[in-house]
């Protein structure tokens, strides 16, 4: 399953599949960006980070990439899970020193 | 090694009156964000404390101020509550280095009635 962040803000996915959600950041002079999960009535936990002079990182089962080109950031969740179901923002520092700006962020729903 | 803890974890408030909430960051990091977070919505950066002084501020106003202790814990204060100050509020901490992932807390959830 696939989403774009702004315009689909949930996106269901079959258990075992693949999950994909996308970020539009907003200043190009952004340097640094993370993918934080937060599930219902707990704070927002990290996931993976990506500085911008990489397009592309890996965790386990995650993968981040970087489009500066056209200001994307996408969140690959490999094999999804129940558990990975929550709420995920992308977070920018807009160059102004550890100040994080956060997206609205997408609410996934992983289907058993 | 704890994480960030926040306290109270609720908190019920009426309309005009003052809130304080506390935040103690994870060990080892000196730098302290508060954010609001309303229902549906990313978290809003309020301000920052590094050295017991307000280093960066968002678009909030001075009814919201904070604290630095010199064990680097902190506290948010909100004066004169309004109903739309009900949000989960969330601390964050970090080190003090140019782009320095944020560990936060699970937040105190306020209700203003």
């Known amino acids: 399953g696939e989403s774009v962040g702004l315009h689909l803000p949930t996106l269901s996915v079959q258990e075992g599949d693949n999950s994909i959600i996308n970020c539009a950041y907003s200043?190009?002079?952004?340097?640094?960006f993370i993918w934080y999960k937060q599930e219902s009535g707990k704070g927002p936990q990290f996931i993976i980070d990506?500085?911008?002079?990489?397009d592309k990182r890996q965790g386990q089962r995650v993968t981040v990439l970087l489009n500066k080109t056209v200001k994307h950031l996408s969140l690959q969740i490999a094999a999804t899970q129940p558990g990975d179901s929550a709420v995920y923002f992308c977070a920018e520092i807009k160059n102004t020193g550890n100040q994080f700006y956060f997206g609205t962020g997408t609410s996934l729903t992983v289907i058993p | 090694d704890a994480g960030v803890t926040q306290s109270p974890t609720h908190l019920i408030k009426t309309r005009g009156q003052q809130v304080t909430l506390r935040c103690s960051p994870k060990?080892?990091?000196?730098?302290v964000s508060w954010y609001q977070q309303a229902l549906g919505q990313g978290p809003q950066f309020i301000f920052q404390y590094y050295e017991e002084e307000e280093r960066q501020r968002g678009n909030f106003p001075d009814r919201f101020s904070g604290h630095q202790f010199p064990n680097y814990s902190s506290e948010l204060n909100v004066n004169a509550l309004l109903l739309g100050d009900s949000a989960l509020y969330l601390c964050?901490?970090?080190?003090?280095?140019?782009?320095?992932?944020?560990?936060f807390g699970s937040g105190t959830q306020l209700s203003v009635l």
């Open positions: 200043n190009s002079a952004s340097d640094y």
């Open positions: 964050a901490s970090s080190r003090l280095r140019a782009n320095e992932k944020l560990f």
């Open positions: 990506i500085r911008s002079n990489m």
């Open positions: 060990s080892g990091h000196d730098t």
